[in-house]
């Protein structure tokens, strides 16, 4: 069973359980009696390639040159 974090909105109150998460109703607040919301974490992306954006849109090393006046295309 995965775990779930559980916050209610009238007192903050936080708690996590483990329960189905379609099967089961919300738990109560223990402390005011409210029905508490389950709280939804971003998860974390990391890219490790070196380069991503510049492989991803076509533009190698060769189009640099080109852009900067001075380089090797421009001598020509």
Same mark, same amino acid.
């Given at each position: 069973?995965?775990?779930?974090?559980?916050?209610?909105?009238?007192?903050?109150?936080?708690?996590?359980?483990?329960?189905?998460s379609s099967k089961e109703?919300?738990?109560?607040?223990?402390?005011?009696?409210? #029905?508490?919301?389950?709280?939804? $974490?971003?998860? *974390?992306?990391?890219?490790?390639? =070196?380069?991503?954006?510049?492989? #991803?849109?076509?533009?190698?090393? $060769?189009?640099? *040159?080109?852009?900067?006046?001075? =380089?090797?295309?421009?001598?020509?």
């Amino acid at each position: 069973m995965p775990l779930y974090e559980y916050k209610c909105d009238k007192c903050n109150y936080t708690k996590e359980y483990y329960k189905h998460s379609s099967k089961e109703p919300h738990p109560v607040c223990e402390t005011c009696g409210h #029905e508490m919301r389950r709280v939804l $974490h971003p998860s *974390a992306v990391i890219y490790k390639a =070196g380069g991503f954006y510049t492989t #991803e849109y076509g533009k190698g090393k $060769h189009h640099l *040159a080109k852009d900067k006046p001075g =380089g090797s295309d421009s001598s020509k």
